[in-house]
């Protein structure tokens, strides 16, 4: 039962915690840990890697290096989730709460990083913070790309941002993409340009 339990809530999020497990199925943090060896479910840090090297895509329109978070799947023009966690230079030095930027940072590099062309660029966004994250959360930041055909050379990204399960911003994000006829060597100029 405990074993069934224990599967479906790895199942329904990849990303939860041994702590977490222990919180939803009132058991000692030891008898998640052998739970999961007797089942065969690696630890967290495993899932996020065996999770990133079947990521279906690559991303197009940026460097890996200038996402913010570690994008763990990502299906270009549909869907993408990156894992960013808040450390030391993330944070107030007063208050340990994360600087807004870099939530917001994690949410706005993964709308363009969804996006299925070389040239990605925000053209705006409707945010909302629910709650501030302090340091050493994980915030996974969940993006659907909702609609590409109503404005040319525009698509729209919605990101949903957790710590666990509870969500801590949201975001709509209006992301300017290249069309085919832009996709020449002028469109290449104007992405120096950026």
């Not at 996402?67 to 989730?81: A, P, T, Y």
Request: charged share 30%; with cysteine.
């Amino acid at each position: 039962m405990r074993h069934r339990q224990l599967m479906e809530l790895i199942e329904q999020n990849p990303f939860v915690t041994d702590r977490e497990l222990t919180r939803e199925l009132k058991v000692s943090i030891q008898t998640v840990r052998l739970d999961r060896m007797e089942l065969g479910i690696p630890e967290l840090r495993e899932r996020m890697k065996q999770m990133a090297e079947h990521s279906h895509d690559q991303v197009r329109s940026l460097p890996l290096n200038e996402v913010m978070g570690e994008i763990v799947d990502l299906q270009l023009d549909k869907s993408g989730i990156s894992i960013f966690e808040i450390r030391e230079e993330h944070v107030f030095s007063r208050t340990h709460i994360a600087r807004g930027h870099y939530v917001f940072g994690q949410a706005n590099s993964l709308a363009v990083a969804v996006i299925n062309d070389e040239i990605a660029l925000t053209a705006s966004s409707d945010i909302r913070f629910l709650r501030s994250v302090h340091l050493g959360e994980k915030c996974i930041a969940k993006a659907y790309v909702r609609d590409m055909a109503g404005q040319k050379g525009k698509a729209k990204v919605e990101v949903f941002t957790y710590v666990g399960e509870e969500m801590v911003f949201q975001g709509n994000f209006l992301i300017y993409r290249s069309t085919v006829e832009e996709n020449t060597e002028g469109g290449m100029q104007h992405e120096d340009r950026h």
